[in-house]
Every structure is written in structure tokens, then in C-alpha cells.
């Protein structure tokens, strides 16, 4: 009912301001994975250390639960999902949230065959998780279409399907907290640039009357793209570089044009995509997501790109790739050899107390605001089987369940 009433709530509001109206259309009970509840009717109780522990939910009973929170507060909400067949408790703690940042200033320019570079010049390589998978999803998804709509068959093997998209989503999760983590923990200033995922994963099909070309090949890079998550990843570095109180800009791509522009002078030149080298009339010479990565840095940090700097360490030796290293430490492509011959990354920028720094907008300098109160999800699995990660996950435990009616028919869905 609480639903419907908002559902309702917002058409009226609609209605009186004039947007676009939609009347509140029915909804399947499929549609809802869950419940929530407010500040009554659950109760979490960690064990000593904050972890794991015993979750007591209204008319269910106590339920044995694993995983737990990084930073323990105010327990405000708790919500009860079901997916791919497992059970999860995702609970809402006003806390402090608390997080060490680094001493280097760091460009980071994403993209999809690394998936992210840094001023620096070291490249942090794309996983393609879904490419990992992508034959068993189509595999299972062949045997959901050839199965009898409403049976028991299409039920367990549409659940297949969920199961892959659900470790799909895990694995790539757990890679984005990693990657953010880590760049939020060696950072004391982050710039990169402002990305739009709608615009950059558009549909080249085009209409009728002029049809588009390379649609094949456009859709294959824009499901390339947001494998790599892009949205959700800003979303997280912003979060974490605000609980480390490391700002945080996002340079506009309209104005800056980090791809096109050379780090060394500022000068704009267009680049078609296979273009992955910048070479400019100056000297400089370097990897291209490199100097998108410099040029976001120079104007998050002067306002302006040009000269931000040297042209000496910007130039490559004999028209050879400068140094370029992983992030986990390997030599990768165009690595340095005996002699010098191939020009060193610029040193990491380390910034002094009183550096001033000048944000592109207003909304840029959000992560530079002092950090206060805010209230951070945590999430629980619970699952009556499989094994889990330790990301803050509590699982219930079929045996740990009160006998009742309701507290059966739970456990026999899961």
C-alpha cells in the first residue's frame, strides 16, 4: 500500500507541475524483490568485532547471518532482497565513514582497452569479465528461449541465467572497489574527465529514412563500455576520494577536449579513435590516454593545460613509445632500455600544504567539502548455500530458523 501511495504521490505531482504525466501502471509481484523495514521490526546483532552474527526479523524469526560492515554507526534501515535464488539483508548505518588518502596528485584518463591510464603512465588493464562469460550466457539463454513458458523447466533454467549475471556483477564489484580503493589510497588529488555513458554508448542503428553504418561494430563497443562500468566507477572514486577528503575534480571533456589536446603546449589538434599515440609539432610524444590523463590533471590543477608540463619529459628518444607500466609494477610496452633510450614518465606530483587548487566548475570541487555525516549502505547475503565473499555479506541459515509457517516457506523459496 505504501508503495501505491507514492506511486500516486509523484503522478499528482506531476500533474500540478506540468511534466511528463504516466499514470501509475500495474506491477507483478515479480517486480519486487523484497521487503524493507524502518526502525522497527529487525535487529542486527554483530558479534564483538562487528562482524557476522545474529539478524531477528519481525514475524521470521532469528536468523544466523555472515559478513558486516567497514565502518559500524546508527542502524537506520534494513531491506530484504532475493536474487538469483540466494537471500540478502541490505542494511543502512549512519556512521562516519573514514578513509587515508595518498601524497600524489593523479590524472586518470578511462577508456576500454585499458581501463584506466594514469598521468603517470601506468595502465591499469580492463578484465572484459563479461567477455569471460559471454558463451555460457548465451549457451544458457539458448536453453531459456527453447523452454515452455510457465513451466518448471523455463523456472530453473531462467534461474541459470540470473546465477551468471549475478557473478558477472560480483566479479566486476569487486574489481571496481579494488581499483577505486586503491587510487583513492595513493592519491591526495584525483582528476579525471566527466563522462556521459548514455552518449557514449548510443545506438549507430540510425532510423529508416538514413540508416546508420557500423551498427555491428558500435553495438559490440558499447557493450564493451559498459562492461567496464564507467558511471558506477566515478561513483565510487567520488565517494571514497570524499571519505579520504581527497578532492575529487571532473574536468569537462566540452571545453578541455583532454583527448585532443597536447599536454606540452596546449595545442588542439583532432585525432581519429585508432590514433592511440599523441605526437604534436612540439616534440612531445606519448601515449594518448596519457596525455589525456596529464591534461586533465594540468587544468584541474592551473586552470589550463598549456605548458602545464615540461616538453623534456613528455618527448620519446629515436620515435620510440615512452616507458609505460602496469599498475601492478610489470613492464609493459615500450619499456626503458639500457642507455636511456626511451624518456621516463613525468615524476609523480607531490603537492605542498598552501597548493592552491582551481576547480573547473562548482560541481567539480564537491570533494573537496570537509566530510560530515552521511549514511553508507552496507549489504548482506543471505544465501542457504554457496560459498560467498566477505564484502559485507549475511547469510541465512536454514536450520538457525524459528519453526514457523512463514519462517518454512522462506527458507523452501530460497
Given at each position: 500500500m505504501k508503495r501505491v501511495d507514492l506511486a500516486y504521490q509523484a503522478f499528482f505531482r506531476r500533474v500540478r507541475t506540468g511534466g511528463?504525466?504516466?499514470?501509475?501502471?500495474?506491477?507483478a509481484w515479480r517486480d519486487f524483490p523484497g521487503w524493507t523495514y524502518t526502525q522497527t521490526g529487525w535487529r542486527w546483532t554483530p558479534r564483538q568485532d562487528g562482524k557476522h552474527g545474529r539478524l531477528a526479523?519481525?514475524?521470521?524469526?532469528?536468523?544466523?547471518?555472515?559478513?558486516?560492515?567497514?565502518?559500524?554507526?546508527?542502524?537506520?534501515?534494513?531491506?530484504?532482497?532475493?536474487?538469483?535464488?540466494?537471500?540478502?539483508?541490505?542494511?543502512?548505518?549512519?556512521?562516519?565513514?573514514e578513509?587515508?588518502?595518498?601524497?600524489?596528485?593523479?590524472?586518470?584518463?578511462?577508456?576500454?582497452?585499458?581501463?584506466?591510464?594514469?598521468?603517470?603512465?601506468?595502465?591499469?588493464?580492463?578484465?572484459?569479465?563479461?567477455?569471460?562469460?559471454?558463451?555460457?550466457?548465451?549457451a544458457a539463454q539458448q536453453v531459456l528461449a527453447r523452454k515452455k513458458r510457465g513451466s518448471r523447466r523455463r523456472a530453473k533454467a531462467k534461474l541459470a541465467v540470473h546465477r551468471l549475471h549475478e557473478k558477472i556483477r560480483n566479479r566486476r564489484a569487486h574489481f571496481l572497489h579494488q581499483v577505486s580503493a586503491d587510487l583513492v589510497a595513493r592519491a591526495s588529488f584525483l582528476a579525471t574527465e566527466k563522462l556521459?555513458?548514455?552518449?557514449?554508448?548510443?545506438?549507430?542503428?540510425?532510423?529508416?529514412?538514413?540508416?546508420?553504418?557500423?551498427?555491428?561494430?558500435?553495438?559490440?563497443?558499447?557493450?564493451?563500455?559498459?562492461d567496464t562500468a564507467p558511471a558506477r566507477f566515478l561513483?565510487?572514486?567520488?565517494?571514497?576520494a570524499k571519505e579520504a577528503g581527497v578532492?575529487?575534480?571532473?574536468?569537462?571533456?566540452?571545453?578541455?577536449?583532454?583527448?585532443?589536446?597536447c599536454p606540452a603546449c596546449g595545442a588542439v589538434a583532432k585525432k581519429e579513435l585508432a590514433e592511440r599515440v599523441h605526437r604534436c609539432s612540439c616534440g612531445a610524444e606519448l601515449p594518448r590516454d596519457q596525455a589525456a590523463a596529464l591534461v586533465c590533471l594540468g587544468v584541474a590543477l592551473t586552470g589550463?593545460?598549456?605548458?602545464?608540463?615540461?616538453?623534456?619529459?613528455?618527448?620519446?628518444?629515436?620515435?620510440r613509445l615512452r616507458s609505460e607500466t602496469t599498475a601492478c609494477g610489470g613492464q609493459g610496452r615500450g619499456a626503458a632500455a639500457p642507455g636511456g633510450e626511451v624518456g621516463s614518465p613525468p615524476p609523480p606530483v607531490c603537492l605542498p600544504q598552501n597548493h592552491t587548487m582551481l576547480p573547473v566548475s562548482p560541481s567539480s570541487s564537491a570533494g573537496a567539502r570537509p566530510r560530515g555525516r552521511r549514511k553508507a549502505r552496507r549489504e548482506a547475503v543471505l544465501p542457504t548455500a554457496g560459498s560467498l565473499r566477505n564484502d559485507a555479506m549475511l547469510p541465512l541459515s536454514p536450520g538457525d530458523v524459528a519453526n514457523d509457517e512463514d519462517d518454512q516457506l522462506l527458507v523452501e523459496d530460497a
Open positions: 511528463p504525466v504516466g499514470f501509475p501502471r500495474f506491477r526479523l519481525a514475524n521470521v524469526g532469528s536468523i544466523r547471518v555472515r559478513g558486516g560492515a567497514r565502518t559500524l554507526g546508527r542502524m537506520k534501515t534494513c531491506t530484504i532482497l532475493r536474487r538469483a535464488g540466494k537471500w540478502y539483508a541490505s542494511i543502512v548505518l549512519e556512521c562516519h565513514p578513509r587515508r588518502g595518498g601524497t600524489e596528485a593523479l590524472g586518470l584518463d578511462w577508456g576500454v582497452a585499458h581501463f584506466a591510464t594514469l598521468s603517470d603512465g601506468s595502465t591499469i588493464e580492463n578484465p572484459r569479465l563479461l567477455e569471460r562469460d559471454l558463451e555460457k550466457l548465451a556521459a555513458t548514455k552518449n557514449l554508448t548510443r545506438s549507430a542503428a540510425g532510423t529508416v529514412e538514413e540508416p546508420g553504418s557500423n551498427v555491428a561494430q558500435k553495438a559490440g563497443l558499447n557493450r564493451a563500455i559498459l561513483a565510487l572514486l567520488r565517494y571514497k578532492p575529487f575534480v571532473e574536468v569537462d571533456t566540452k571545453t578541455a577536449k583532454p583527448s585532443q589536446t589550463d593545460a598549456r605548458g602545464a608540463w615540461p616538453l623534456a619529459s613528455l618527448r620519446s628518444a629515436g620515435g
